[in-house]
């Protein structure tokens, strides 16, 4: 059952069925980890190339670790940054690595857009593992298994999306994937961290955290970007949390069976309180665990598809 | 060398012509312009015909907004390849921008200019100086030498003057020196760091944004200036709704600004960004439909004077890049006419006012004894089948670059002969 694309780009070219194949797969998969042995032979002389412009530590180690547990070759390369400013040689990065025959090419990067313009010069199947601010399927992907897992469905769930709307890859990825699953979504956040015309894509905005998650079942909260106070998109962190930080005292309305998420890295007691972030409303640990799970699946599914197509 | 242009349909706006007219050319001027046949047996010794059958003849149209990259970008263009790309374009005239390195700040830049266009170039080539020194926008350009070495206009395009202070002084000199002043119209602490229009496309891509009001705010600002200082501006590139209204305004207060659109704000929108093809990254960005739209009414109501391309060459290297690092601009000489003939069939404007905007119109405001086939006049001339259909293709450009978001789209109309003085200098030929 392969899926409708041959490369992973963004959630929004996925569709309902797509996503499913994708999470049950992933439900599948999830037994191997938990085994003594923790490796099949499914992917075994394939090779995955992790291509990593960006620095990450745990969306890289997933991957490798979801290659591994299917026995493929992985190999890690870290862009330097400063080619990633100036866009210089990206395609020859590209097409150099392709010269020495991968299957999947997992590629994280700070321009928006990159992986596209990669997948124009490849011939192997590309994973965004994250570009700019525009998408980062496998995390939407993973946050929706491990919302699927609590709540048993996804149809019908509504979302509260919480902090820097505006420069998170990762807000854009759920939120197409979650229109496709027939969620609801409300983004939470200062104007300053809406981007412009965001209810286009179906989302509704608001700019109170009490209110904005009184009625959800989940709540994902966004990193703040440490980087972007003296932008001036708030006056300070001290502001900032005393208005968009989870804590318990905001929590008091909400549903009682309301589930929290988080993409990481966590800034502790800035967008989220400590205990919250520990209490047992928090999934931000099962997260991690269901990314191998996720990108395992991916990696099959690819594979798989095109060991139909050469067939 | 004398040549009759016969069975045309002869569009001249500056004349008052939009007809069958027979046209000759001796000794590189107009000679004669009549009915249809009358000229057979004028013209002495026998003159080369061309048959102009099914085709429009016009005057030779001008491009006040061009980048030649000449000197310090020849790998992009070069005057040389620059003037034939416009002659393929049925250009006969353009003007370029001072965005090179050097700069164009001085005379001896503007006489380097001079002397390649006089080399290699086969149409005509006007100049335009910098307001600003480096085009740092701090010091004003030695503004009355570059007039004395023959800039027709100043500009520091691909950058605005942004300091109130500088752009009221140069409004106020120039005024003096009688040459208008071409604003690029962007409040760069509005669009830092941006790369295509701010709104919905944006949000969804993760790419940053440029407001229109970035736009906006210093076209109000310009004309706000204006009033005092009664300098001559013209909005280069116009892209907004909001710009599109100030410059209606601002005409309707009997101000002196003019404006100019290009092709490609008229007929793409940001929707054309989806897939992140570099082709599609241009200074002003690619607007809504809402602003396509004012654009469209202002070429109706004639608040939009001329069409310009902003021919922006780009070569491989710096587009073949992620979306943000990309180079601003295409490619624009080769693919305006078929463009603008889509306005014509489209019924927002007629024949005779897309020619006006491309010929007379330009030739009014920059003061250039062109764009007219009046009896004396510079023979150049532009024909034209308008309803040759065809497939753009990058490839068959005569620019030395190739980045243009047209590539594969169906186009009508086909500029057959372009002549400069006389001198056929491009015909069509499969």
């Not at chain 1, 990481?264 to 209490?279: K, S, T």
């Not at chain 2, 164009?104 to 200019?113: A, E, L, P, Q, V």
């Not at chain 2, 295409?330 to 306005?343: F, H």
Request: aromatic share 4%; glycine share 8%.
């Amino acid at each position: 059952m392969p899926l409708s694309c041959r490369h992973i780009l963004g959630t929004r070219e996925l569709t309902r069925k797509d996503i499913e194949t994708i999470l049950d797969t992933a439900d599948s998969f999830k037994e191997i980890s938990t085994r003594q042995i923790k490796k099949v032979p499914t992917l075994r002389g394939r090779t995955i190339i992790n291509l990593f412009f960006e620095p990450s530590t745990r969306t890289r180690t997933s991957f490798e670790i979801a290659g591994k547990r299917l026995s493929a070759d992985v190999i890690n390369i870290s862009g330097s940054t400063s080619s990633t400013v100036k866009g210089e040689n990206l395609i020859d990065t590209a097409r150099n690595l392709e010269a020495m025959c991968p299957d999947i090419i997992v590629i994280r990067h700070s321009a928006s857009g990159a992986p596209w313009l990669i997948s124009r010069f490849v011939k192997s199947s590309i994973i965004n593992a994250g570009d700019g601010a525009h998408e980062h399927p496998t995390q939407a992907l993973l946050d929706l298994l491990t919302i699927r897992e609590q709540k048993g469905k996804l149809e019908g769930l509504s979302v509260a999306i919480v902090g820097d709307i505006a420069h998170s890859r990762v807000a854009r990825s759920n939120i197409h994937a979650m229109k496709t699953m027939g969620m609801k979504i409300r983004v939470v956040a200062p104007p300053t961290l809406i981007p412009l015309e965001i209810e286009e894509l179906g989302v509704e905005v608001c700019h109170d955290l009490e209110k904005g998650i009184r009625d959800v079942d989940v709540v994902m909260m966004l990193r703040i970007q440490m980087e972007r106070q003296d932008q001036c998109y708030f006056p300070n962190l001290r502001e900032y949390s005393n208005l968009f930080c989870l804590t318990n005292e905001k929590l008091k309305n909400s549903k009682k069976d309301l589930i929290i998420i988080h993409p990481g890295p966590v800034n502790r007691g800035i967008e989220i309180a400590l205990d919250v972030m520990n209490g047992p409303r928090s999934l931000i640990l099962d997260q991690v665990t269901n990314g191998v799970a996720v990108r395992m699946a991916l990696m099959y599914l690819i594979l798989g598809a095109s060991d139909d197509n050469s067939n | 060398m004398t040549i009759l242009i016969k069975n045309g349909r002869l569009v001249d706006p500056a004349n008052g012509i939009d007809g069958p007219h027979d046209v000759l050319i001796d000794k590189g001027k107009i000679a004669a312009v009549d009915k249809p046949g009358s000229l057979d047996n004028r013209g002495g010794s026998r003159p080369q015909i061309i048959d102009a059958a099914g085709c429009v003849v016009a005057p030779g149209f001008l491009d006040m907004h061009v980048h030649f990259r000449e000197p310090g970008f020849e790998y992009k263009e070069t005057i040389e390849s620059g003037c034939q790309s416009a002659a393929a374009g049925g250009f006969t005239s353009v003007a370029v921008m001072p965005n090179t390195d050097p700069v164009n700040d001085n005379r001896s830049i503007t006489d380097f200019i001079h002397t390649r266009a006089r080399e290699k170039g086969i149409v005509n080539v006007y100049v335009i100086g910098a307001i600003t020194q480096g085009l740092k926008g701090e010091r004003l350009s030695d503004m009355a030498d570059l007039k004395e070495a023959g800039v027709i206009a100043y500009s520091d395009d691909g950058r605005p003057v942004m300091s109130n202070q500088i752009m009221r002084r140069a409004l106020e000199y120039s005024r003096m020196l009688g040459l208008p002043l071409i604003q690029h119209s962007e409040v760069l602490d509005l669009t830092c760091g941006g790369c295509m229009n701010e709104g919905r496309v944006a949000t969804e891509l993760g790419l940053k944004g440029m407001p229109t009001e970035a736009e906006d705010i210093m076209v109000y600002r310009d004309i706000a200036l204006l009033k005092k200082t009664r300098g001559r501006l013209h909005v280069a590139h116009i892209s907004s709704a909001g710009s599109v209204d100030l410059v209606r305004q601002a005409k309707a207060h009997g101000l002196p600004v003019t404006c100019e659109v290009t092709p490609h704000h008229f007929t793409l929108t940001e929707d054309a960004v989806r897939g992140f093809d570099s082709n599609t990254k241009m200074s002003p960005p690619l607007r809504t439909q809402r602003d396509v739209e004012h654009i469209l009414e202002g070429l109706r109501d004639g608040t939009i004077d001329i069409i310009a391309t902003d021919h922006a060459p780009h070569d491989v290297a710096d587009k073949q890049v992620e979306f943000g690092a990309a180079c601003f601009g295409i490619v624009g000489l080769e693919t305006a006419l078929p463009l603008t003939l889509g306005l014509v069939r489209e019924g927002v404007i007629p024949l005779s006012k897309a020619v006006e905007m491309l010929t007379s119109r330009p030739a009014e405001i920059f003061d250039l004894k062109k764009g007219s086939l009046g009896v004396g006049q510079d023979a150049d001339v532009v024909i034209f089948n308008p309803d040759t259909e065809y497939v753009i293709d990058v490839s068959n450009f005569k620019s030395k670059s190739k980045n243009s978001p047209y590539n594969g789209w169906k186009v009508r109309g086909r500029v057959t002969h372009t002549l400069v003085s006389g001198k056929l200098v491009y015909s069509y030929s499969n």
